[in-house]
């Protein structure tokens, strides 16, 4: 009973340094989408896709890439770490349609020194 | 733009004391409404939804109505406990968007007091 598994749970960077997070789901959903958690900002979406081979900007793409190769996984790169990405990250994923619920992964908390 | 309004906190009661976390919205076409709840460390549950004016949302105890005169949708629960503490997520989704998109509020954190 899975749901949404991101990786790593916690990650320290150096500025400058690469990564990539990993999100996986099992419930077959269409939809996926990234967002950043940051005190008193609520969430933010970073980048979304609405199927395998797609991607789309959210409100805050800048500095991040993502790549959906596979249905299930949906990845979220950063080339060039910044103090500024430093953030939770969650991953989440829906059927098709405005009201469907998403369901969201544990998060990955990233520090970036 | 869509955008989502909620009650800045922290908010802080006793248990059993009643709640309301107050969430309003401005959209151009016809949202759905959701609240999620954060418990420490973990990421969003989807607390309850609705779809459509003068719907209401319920699950465990906690109600909310769609009310599209007042464009509002305010959490409540009528007897709060220790486990309800947490933080709760007022969001939408615009039904003219085709990609589910979700704007979420800034967050309310509850902390409820034996």
């Known amino acids: 009973n899975a749901g949404v598994t991101q990786t790593p749970k916690f990650r320290v960077l150096k500025t400058g340094q690469s990564m990539t997070l990993l999100c996986a789901q099992d419930m077959n959903h269409e939809y996926m989408y990234w967002y950043r958690q940051d005190p008193g900002m609520g969430l933010r979406l970073i980048h979304y896709s609405v199927g395998e081979g797609t991607t789309a900007k959210g409100e805050v793409p800048d500095g991040y890439n993502v790549s959906r190769l596979k249905k299930q996984n949906f990845l979220l790169g950063l080339e060039s770490a910044a103090p500024s990405q430093t953030s939770v990250y969650f991953c989440a994923s829906s059927w098709v349609g405005s009201n469907q619920p998403q369901h969201f992964g544990d998060g990955t908390r990233l520090s970036i020194l | ?114």
């Open chain 2, 1 to 114: 733009g869509d955008s989502v309004t909620q009650m800045e906190g922290p908010v802080t009661l006793s248990e059993e004391a009643f709640l309301t976390i107050n969430c309003t919205y401005t959209a151009t076409g016809y949202p759905s409404l959701f609240w999620y709840v954060q418990y420490p460390g973990e990421g969003l549950q989807l607390l309850l939804k609705a779809t459509k004016a003068d719907d209401k949302g319920s699950n465990k105890g906690f109600e909310a109505t769609y009310r599209k005169e007042t464009t509002s949708f305010h959490l409540e629960k009528g007897s709060v406990q220790v486990s309800d503490s947490a933080v709760y997520f007022c969001a939408l989704s615009d039904y003219g968007g085709s990609q589910g998109n979700l704007i979420f509020g800034k967050g309310t954190k509850l902390s409820v007091k034996p």
